[in-house]
């Protein structure tokens, strides 16, 4: 059936990994932002927006830039929906209400140009890595969240760099196979969810896998993080195409 509605135009990103020591991409990230308001219909952040997360009441003025920036997205009419990632776990309500954005479950599906697709942000599907998914477990706990934030934010803040240096001693001697998903995790959780697409970030290798599954073509696309890809996915009409932010500034 034809349709005289105007194609929406989707955005995603992930990995942005925005913080106060990185000034060049809370920059990039305003610019985005500011282009997007006019171009974009909705916009999916699937995850680790913020290097870190310990709270919404972190009043931290790196955050409050890039909440700021949100707001005045949504206030223009953009839908923002974000998806929590293993470093901003802890985006919560209050966010929300200042964002106006929407927080996504773990794993949620979409109509994309009239196919399902199935969004997350990668880390549930890297199932080989058994020691972060306990770990995943125990700081996804409610109760245990709850007493978290319920602490000084100058005890968050120091519990977090602990955790961070923890995190990167630990990828350093990880392989590099554990740190990327698992096809039969990927495939499950398609299959629970019906979709036939999957787009999702974390592991930092951006790339399109096309497979087989039960005669069909499934898809999975995997954003590019910024600190090298400066990556957003356009979705219009047609393929969804992969930009870096400057091409897409320039575009019209
Ligand atoms: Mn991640």
């Known amino acids: 059936m034809r349709t005289d509605a105007p194609a929406l135009t989707t955005l995603f990103v992930s990995d942005l990994h925005l913080c106060a020591?990185?000034?060049?991409?809370?920059?990039?990230f305003e610019q985005f932002a500011e282009h997007a308001r006019r171009r974009a219909d909705e916009i999916y952040i699937l995850g680790d927006l913020f290097?870190?997360?310990i709270g919404d009441d972190s009043?931290?003025?790196a955050h409050r830039r890039v909440v700021d920036a949100i707001a005045a997205l949504s206030r223009s009419g953009v839908r923002v929906s974000i998806t929590r990632g293993n470093r901003d776990f802890l985006l919560g309500q209050k966010f929300c209400n200042e964002t106006g954005a929407t927080l996504l479950d773990d794993f949620t599906t979409i109509t994309l140009q009239g196919q399902q697709t199935l969004l997350t942000h990668g880390d549930v599907l890297c199932t080989a890595d058994t020691k972060y998914q306990k770990f995943r477990r125990v700081v996804r706990n409610p109760v245990l969240q709850a007493v978290f934030l319920a602490s000084p934010l100058s005890w968050r803040s120091r519990i977090a760099q602990h955790?961070?240096?923890?995190?990167?001693?630990?990828?350093?001697v990880k392989a590099p196979e554990i740190m990327d998903v698992e096809q039969e995790t990927v495939v499950a959780a398609m299959h629970r969810y019906g979709c036939?697409?999957?787009i999702h970030g974390h592991t930092h290798r951006p790339d399109t896998h096309e497979f087989?599954?039960?005669?069909e073509v499934w898809r999975r696309i995997v954003l590019g993080d910024w600190y090298e890809q400066d990556e957003v996915l356009v979705c219009r009409d047609a393929e969804p195409r992969s930009l870096r932010i400057d091409e897409f500034l320039s575009s019209a």
């Open 163 to 172: 955790t961070q240096s923890g995190t990167q001693a630990s990828m350093a």
């Open 212 to 215: 087989e599954h039960q005669g």
């Open 59 to 61: 009043g931290a003025p």
């Open 51 to 53: 290097e870190v997360w």
């Open 196 to 198: 036939s697409q999957l």
């Open 21 to 28: 020591e990185r000034a060049d991409k809370l920059k990039l």
